[in-house]
């Protein structure tokens, strides 16, 4: 049994991990910087509990074999924990759903392969379900050079939102010819026809714009979510007030209002709620193939994802890894209220 610790259990996400692994008899380490809310929780579950600051984390990996970060923003949280793990050869995985995180991770590969240690990002919601997804539409068509995702459905929590706003200012990305490029937020919008309805769609810059290309070797990707015609001129809004958005009084104020004011989805809300998931790819004759994917609530799915990301990490090969190419095109439809639909 793999000895595994969560940095960030505290946190919202965290909190569901830990649960999760308890409903298993699985016995993770908690770690985080509070130590009231931690203490609580350690004491509820019947776990250990290390206390610590992020940066002193390689002097608190002792007896660890994997360690799964769900304290973000991951843009500052990742680096410092990737360089603990592989200073101690612990492998290392995380929920994140930033591209730049992904992209950091995959530079770090050779390093990590020399370390002996696994780079697992993405282990959640973001992005389990898509890139399972991704893999299965490019197994089905080998030559596909166009590959868009959508999915629909969800309410954010505070540790969501915090990293939203983080990014605010970077625009969308997209991948052209095997190349992430910059465009402007809500850069496309279109119909499309999940399993249960025809929603409207705009592109956002996912996570899958990064990890797809290394799961499926596929050049041009784009990643859509569900959005009203509403929320698509919000965001093409922002395009022009980012600026005020992101400068350091604004940013600072709306941080403190979404601790103030966001929660997450409660457990009923979670119960009561699924995801809807679509992919498409295409062939340079332009044959296209098409999927859908149901899964449950996000935070629930990461739970899940995670808890069986970590214990199984220690039998993947070295280096980084997307969560297709670490246990397979199918890993999404071993859970429950998981439903992956391919043409027959």
Same mark, same amino acid.
């Given at each position: 049994m793999t000895t595994w610790m969560c940095y960030g259990a505290n946190g919202y996400t965290g909190r569901l991990i830990a649960q999760e692994a308890c409903t298993r008899g699985l016995k993770p380490i908690l770690a985080g910087r509070n130590r009231q809310e931690l203490e609580a929780l350690g004491k509820e579950l019947d776990l250990e509990v290390r206390v610590f600051d992020l940066a002193d984390m390689k002097d608190n990996l002792g007896g660890v074999q994997a360690m799964l970060l769900a304290a973000g923003p991951f843009v500052h949280t990742s680096a410092l924990a990737v360089d603990a793990c592989l200073s101690r050869g612990v492998h290392y995985l995380d929920i994140t759903g930033e591209i730049e995180v992904y992209e950091a991770l995959h530079a770090r590969d050779a390093e990590a392969k020399t370390k002996g240690c696994v780079l697992l990002p993405g282990v959640g919601f973001d992005v389990v379900p898509s890139d399972c997804l991704a893999a299965s539409l490019a197994a089905a068509m080998p030559d596909a050079t166009d590959l868009q995702l959508a999915f629909s459905g969800g309410q954010l929590s505070k540790g969501t939102t915090k990293t939203m706003l983080e990014h605010i200012g970077d625009g969308g990305a997209v991948r052209r010819n095997g190349r992430i490029e910059q465009v402007p937020l809500a850069y496309?919008?279109?119909?499309?026809?999940?399993?249960?309805?025809?929603?409207?769609? &705009?592109?956002?810059?996912?996570?899958?714009?990064? *990890?797809?290309?290394?799961?499926? %070797?596929?050049?041009? +990707?784009?990643? $859509?979510?569900?959005a009203n015609k509403s929320r698509v001129r919000q965001m093409k809004a922002m395009r022009y007030l980012a600026p005020i958005v992101t400068s350091k009084l604004v940013h600072k104020r709306l941080l403190a209002m979404v601790d103030a004011k966001v929660k997450g989805p409660d457990a009923d809300t979670r119960a009561a709620s699924k995801t809807e998931l679509w992919g498409q790819v295409e062939n340079a004759s332009g044959k296209t193939l098409q999927a859908t994917l149901t899964v449950p609530e996000g935070y629930t799915l990461t739970a899940i994802c995670s808890v069986s990301a970590a214990e199984r &990490?220690?039998?993947?090969?070295?280096?980084?890894? *997307?969560?297709?190419?670490?246990? %397979?095109?199918?890993? +999404?439809?071993? $859970?429950?209220?998981?439903?992956?639909?391919?043409?027959?």
């Open positions: 496309e919008s279109k119909s499309i026809t999940f399993h249960d309805k025809t929603r409207g769609c &705009v592109t956002i810059p996912w996570g899958d714009v990064s *990890t797809a290309y290394y799961s499926t %070797g596929i050049p041009n +990707i784009r990643v $859509f979510t569900g &990490v220690a039998s993947v090969a070295p280096g980084f890894q *997307t969560p297709s190419l670490a246990f %397979g095109a199918g890993f +999404i439809s071993e $859970f429950s209220g998981c439903t992956l639909r391919m043409p027959s």
